[in-house]
């Protein structure tokens, strides 16, 4: 008989153990990272926000810095991002040293993404999804954890590496 598959919440709760968060949004995604901060408080993690402060229009490449560099310091384990789509947040992030940043708008891919890729952004839309479902999604994202015991995984992951930094150094060659 094949062995029973556990609901992705009940793999999470096995998982849970508490993180510190960087969450970062420009205007547009402002009252979900108050959502989210609130919520993450409240299940054990440490989130730091790192802004938007208020619904001013503000520009979605400075809250992804922000957060990669948290990221790229050790000062924050993850990062969630959030904009009105999520693609500028995602893109912008993109662009930084060892930051693996995805969209996710189902608990599936957060926690594929975590699982299979080492992805260490989360990103959502706030004009996607609503507060419940990105609850259930930060919660997919953080209880996974990247399977290193996988060859395939690690393996690919590498690549990815050097990717990054053949074009990181082509880059820097170019503005030399």
């Not at 919520?39 to 922000?66: K, M, W």
């Not at 999520?86 to 708008?105: E, L, Q």
């Not at 952004?121 to 479902?133: D, E, H, K, N």
Request: with cysteine.
């Amino acid at each position: 008989m094949p062995k029973q598959r556990l609901r992705v919440k009940d793999q999470i709760a096995e998982k849970r153990k508490p993180v510190k968060i960087a969450v970062g949004s420009d205007h547009a995604g402002f009252v979900l990272k108050q959502e989210l901060a609130l919520h993450l408080s409240r299940i054990g993690h440490t989130a730091v926000d790192l802004g938007a402060y208020n619904t001013e229009p503000s520009d979605y490449p400075d809250f992804a810095a922000v957060v990669g560099k948290a990221l790229m310091a050790g000062t924050s384990e993850r990062g969630i991002l959030i904009c009105g789509s999520g693609v500028g947040v995602s893109v912008a992030a993109n662009k930084m040293p060892g930051i693996r940043a995805a969209i996710c708008h189902d608990t599936y891919s957060a926690h594929q993404g975590v699982e299979h890729d080492d992805m260490n952004i989360l990103v959502m839309g706030s004009r996607i999804v609503g507060s419940a479902l990105a609850l259930d999604i930060v919660e997919a994202f953080l209880g996974a954890r990247f399977q290193s015991s996988e060859e395939r995984f690690v393996r690919r992951l590498g690549k990815l590496e050097n990717i990054e930094h053949l074009y990181m150094r082509e880059s820097e060659l170019r503005t030399v």
